[in-house]
């Protein structure tokens, strides 16, 4: 029956028209006919491809076999993605991993316990502390303040008629306790002794004053630009480890710090983080988003130019926050001239608020620019702290400048002489995405760095580890040559920064950031809102003239002295005001922000050359106008809302 | 050496206002003596040793395509101004290098190339280096170097629309 009933169908089959699949081959089947069975199953199969057809679902199976492996692979990321993020809101907040846990002591041990803080109240590192007899002799317990400038030391049995426990540290003043005699029978007992906290005084020696020359001089090597900022900041380095090594065996007061101390001063999770996101903006810049965002800007703004100009300083904004406004400027700007060009309209007229709002809207998150990279890794602010604190402000200052250049380019906006149909068709073939499959593939990565970076705080996932574990993540799946990727990171960027750590740890080292912070404590006094004001306008002027990286990184400690002795300034507040003023500052002049010196390259090759008097011209008020507009929100958001 | 012994000039220039003055002579010049005009960019990227940025492969790309972009526009303009032989050369590196380069293999009879200008724009030669370029220019290349004196450029030169 089985048979007769195979070979019937068989026939059935040969009475069918047009093509069915079957495995892999393909067959020519006659039509049922009128058939009342065959003509239900052809409703009903008609049906099932008009629903899938609806759903947008592949008809056959080979599709259906690549789909589902597409679907499976794009849910299994979803997935993972929404677990890590699941997993990082659902996680309590932990505990800082402490340090080692302090040595086990027997009962009845004599302990001299004590701290040793700066005039700021702030802990003191590697202070030496040794108690040694009055008679004299050799010290019966020594040992080094801890992170936090305390330090126990452990006393012999056998305690001496009197005892001293002297304070000394490199750059200042020594410092003597005499133990009183109670102190002595206390030891004697076998209990440990607490001392009040010492206060140490600098001291100003000779390698203070080498020290400030040299950070002056890289400063002026820097903003002159005589030589490449990494260079300048070597030559820093090299010349206060030569007065460190060379000088001490002839004055022992020209020792500024030796190798050692200097890398402690290294952030390396700025170095990492600026590593990982540099790879991640390497696969990013390749696929051709840039040129894409450019020019789709254009066509969405029908030619209007007016809207074209907000457009394009609205996603120059809006990329530099997510990746950084150097790439985001050298990879737009040469599109953006051409469009100009095609537009028949000075370039500088759109490329002067771009790189102004890549400047500014930068600062609304962690990434954004080098120097919320350094305030963040140093006050420890999250990428979220960045997001919710300062992107109220960022969109209000980008608000005004977009007012700004509309009036201040409002000849070459209002226009319409110029336009090339043919130079726009040239281009248009230009605005493309070039390797798709890449940027769907970043952008997931991007997407779960995001959600990373966002929800990481809570388990207190470094930033720097974020970056490179989404640069492996994206390395590893598009596997691109390696050769290529490492020569994609720029050594010279992180040689710098590693030079710049150095150069403001040696003037922290010798006491030249307490002076500074000092002062400015001094003009402040207890008002918080001097103080927000002093850090955004210093920051901002100063950032005009000196390149920021540098001046952020010098003002880091001031700000955390400022931190730690205004009353209400202990939220962050001056953190989020300096990162404001450097990088809102920085258009205030060319050699202000990096991203404005590649601009001026770029549109100087185009035959538009931004000088130095013409940036100042157009920057100064948008520097005025911004951050006014960012102050005011800060200040509503820390004083007033508190 | 007369306009009607030159059979191709290169205009020798970088785009935008400043080379205004070089293009129309360029024009002119090709214009009375029927010679073919070649218009030469050199992309240089020495700027980008401001950049904190590594892989420069995208960027050199894109500012490949953007000096192109510049020089079909000088075509264009030439071409409807009435020159029959148009083209434009793109080379890298070294400014002055790639001009002594091209005078060379390109056995043009002419280059036209602007002056230095007094202006606030960076020069390539300031105007000793310029003569001595010249004349080295014109020995080794055995050509002939028009010299075109820019006009200075106002702000509003700028503003209100951009003929090239």
């Known amino acids: 029956m089985k048979a007769i009933a195979l070979g019937a169908l068989r026939q059935e089959s040969a009475q069918r028209s047009g093509p069915v699949i079957i495995g892999k081959v393909k067959m020519d089947i006659p039509s049922r006919g009128n058939r009342p069975i065959g003509r239900l199953i052809d409703e009903l199969r008609a049906q099932v491809r008009a629903w899938m057809a609806a759903l947008g ?20 990321l979803t997935t993972a993605l929404l677990g890590i993020c699941l997993v990082l809101v ?25 701290s040793v803080q700066n005039r700021q109240n702030q802990a003191i590192v590697a202070v030496e502390i040794a108690v040694v007899p009055a008679s004299g002799g050799e010290a019966i317990a020594e040992g080094l303040t801890q992170s936090d400038g305390r330090y126990i030391l452990v006393l012999p049995k056998s305690i001496p008629e009197k005892l001293t426990v002297e304070i000394r540290r490199g750059h200042y003043r020594k410092a003597a306790i005499e133990l009183s005699p109670s102190d002595l029978l206390i030891l004697r007992d076998g209990r440990p002794v607490v001392l009040p906290p010492t206060i140490l005084l600098r001291s100003l020696g000779p390698a203070f004053w080498i020290t400030a020359l040299i950070f002056l001089a890289v400063l002026a090597l820097m903003a002159t630009g ?23 065996p002839v004055r022992e007061d020209l020792f500024i710090f030796d190798f050692r101390s200097a890398l402690l001063y290294v952030d390396w999770n700025v170095i990492f983080l600026i590593m990982g996101m540099m790879i991640v903006i390497a696969v990013v810049e390749e696929t051709g988003v840039f040129q894409w965002l450019a020019f789709k800007s254009y066509q969405l703004s029908g030619g209007r130019r007016w809207l074209l100009l907000a457009m394009l300083m609205v996603v120059a904004g809006v990329t530099s926050a997510l990746l950084d406004n150097v790439t985001t400027m050298l990879l737009m700007a040469p599109i953006t001239v051409q469009i100009a060009l095609a537009l028949g309209m000075n370039p500088l007229a759109l490329l002067m608020p771009e790189v102004m709002a890549s400047n500014v809207f930068g600062i609304s998150t962690l990434i954004g620019t080098p120097t919320n990279i350094l305030i963040g890794s140093y006050a420890h602010i999250s990428f979220s702290g960045f997001l919710f604190n300062l992107t109220p402000g960022v969109i209000l200052a980008l608000g005004g400048l977009i007012v700004y250049a509309e009036w201040q380019y409002r000849q070459e906006l209002v226009s319409e002489d110029g336009a090339s149909a043919e130079l726009l068709q040239r281009l248009s073939e230009r605005g493309r995405i070039l390797q798709p499959e890449e940027l769907r593939k970043a952008g997931w990565v991007g997407a779960a760095m995001l959600a990373m970076f ?27 040559d390696m050769e290529k990727m490492m020569e994609a990171i720029d050594w010279t960027t992180l040689v710098f920064f590693i030079a710049i750590f150095i150069v403001v740890g040696a003037i922290q080292e010798v006491g030249v950031i307490s002076y500074v912070a000092d002062g400015i404590g001094w003009l402040v006094g207890d008002s918080l809102v001097l103080a927000m004001l002093a850090v955004i306008w210093m920051g901002a002027i100063l950032s005009t003239v000196i390149a920021n990286i540098p001046f952020s990184a010098a003002m880091l400690p001031v700000v955390g002295h400022l931190s730690a002795t205004v009353p209400g300034a202990e939220g962050k507040v001056l953190f989020y005001c300096l990162a404001v003023g450097s990088a809102m500052g920085g258009n205030g002049s060319l050699i202000g922000a990096s991203a404005n010196m590649v601009t001026a390259g770029i549109a100087e090759r185009a035959g538009f050359p931004i000088t130095y008097a013409y940036f100042l011209k157009q920057g100064a008020p948008a520097v005025l106008l911004t951050v006014s507009l960012a102050t005011l929100w800060l200040l509503l958001r820390f004083y007033v809302l508190g | 050496m007369t306009t009607a012994a030159i059979r191709q000039i290169v205009c020798a220039v970088r785009g935008g206002p400043e080379s205004r003055e070089t293009v129309k002579r360029a024009i002119a010049v090709a214009l009375e003596s029927g010679a073919k005009l070649t218009f030469f960019h050199v992309m240089d990227a ?22 192109k972009f510049a020089m079909i526009i000088l075509c264009d303009r030439a071409q409807a101004r009435g020159v029959a032989q148009v083209d434009y050369l793109l080379r890298e590196g070294n400014v002055r290098t790639q001009l002594r380069n091209l005078a060379i293999e390109t056995g043009a009879e002419a280059i036209v190339i602007g002056q230095p200008t007094k202006s606030a724009t960076k020069n390539l030669f300031n105007a000793a280096e310029f003569d001595a370029f010249v004349t080295d220019l014109e020995r080794e290349g055995n050509l002939r170097v028009i010299q075109v004196q820019p006009a200075p450029i106002a702000e509003k030169d700028l503003q209100g629309g951009l003929v090239l």
């Open chain 1, 57 to 76: 679902l592949p008809e056959r199976w080979s599709e259906w076999r690549v789909s589902l492996r597409r679907r499976f692979r794009l849910s299994l």
């Open chain 1, 90 to 114: 659902l996680t309590p907040r932990r505990a800082r991993i402490e340090g080692p846990a302090a040595p086990q002591l027997e009962v009845g041990t004599a302990l001299v316990m004590g």
């Open chain 1, 226 to 248: 005589k030589q490449h900022n990494t260079l300048a900041a070597l030559v820093g380095v090299a010349s206060l480890l030569a007065v460190s090594y060379l000088g001490s």
């Open chain 1, 454 to 480: 966002f929800f990481g705080e809570r388990v207190h996932l470094l930033p720097s580890v974020t970056a490179l574990v989404g640069a492996t993540a994206l390395l590893a799946w598009i596997k691109p």
């Open chain 2, 46 to 67: 020495e700027f980008l040793g401001y950049a904190t940025h590594g892989t420069l492969r995208v960027v050199y790309h894109e500012l490949r395509e953007m000096g």
